[in-house]
T-cell receptor, first 115, second 110 residues
């Protein structure tokens, strides 16, 4: 089935360690996004990519890094520079151009806890 | 993108219509209104969107006022599974970024 797969679903990390969250989609979408969600809050945009080998910072990019080497993959690295990384991370994708209805397709999320 | 204002929470009886309001008084002419919902600990799910006209699909109806400064999402027969946070977002269709505010926490009660 087509969709977005995020892994791992749950992740624990010690302070000072980098961690990479995986996001893979088989929807043939050009654009991909990473959001962060804290308890009881809305989603905040970390990074987004409109096309392979290109990405842009969102509202809260500090302490995070991404790559977009393949159309179907958009991994997010939470670095040790991120001061408060414990959160729920959501990956999404959408079409571009005239096919774009504005509909985002989300994965099931990855919950990161820093011990 | 224009900002939106939604009530923090609402209750609805099971089987009744749930009417979720959204204020977007600064919306511009080319901005669409989108609705998503998020069931606890899952990714948000697209519901519906519109520009000027009222819209209906299998999930919900979207009523946009004539001046476009507010809208209402209607779930015609709410079920317990409709308990979720509902986000109202306005966005220019040419861009892809969506900004999610706090949303409305809808509790459907038996």
């Amino acid at each position: 089935d087509g969709g977005i797969t995020q892994s791992p679903k749950y992740l624990f990390r010690k302070e000072g360690q980098n961690v990479t969250l995986s996001c893979e989609q088989n929807l043939n979408h050009d654009a991909m996004y990473w959001y962060r969600q804290d308890p009881g809050q809305g989603l905040r945009l970390i990074y987004y990519s409109q096309i392979v080998n290109d990405f842009q910072k969102g509202d809260i990019a500090e302490g995070y890094s991404v790559s977009r080497e393949k159309k179907e993959s958009f991994p997010l690295t939470v670095t040790s520079a991120q001061k408060n990384p414990t959160a729920f991370y959501l990956c999404a994708s959408s079409q571009r151009g005239t096919a774009n209805t504005g509909e985002l397709f989300f994965g099931e999320g990855s919950r990161l806890t820093v011990l | 993108d224009a900002k939106t204002t939604q009530p923090t929470s609402m209750d609805c009886a099971e089987g009744r219509a749930a009417n979720l309001p959204c204020n977007h008084s600064t919306i511009s002419g080319n901005e669409y209104v989108y609705w998503y919902r998020q069931i606890h600990s899952q990714g948000p799910q697209y519901i519906i969107h519109g520009l000027k006209n009222n819209e209906t699909n299998e999930m919900a109806s979207l009523i946009i006022t004539e001046d476009r400064k507010s809208s209402t999402l209607i779930l015609p027969h709410a079920t317990l599974r409709d308990t979720a946070v509902y986000y109202c977002i306005v966005r220019v269709n040419a861009g892809n970024m969506l900004t999610f505010g706090g949303g409305t926490r809808l509790m459907v009660k038996p």
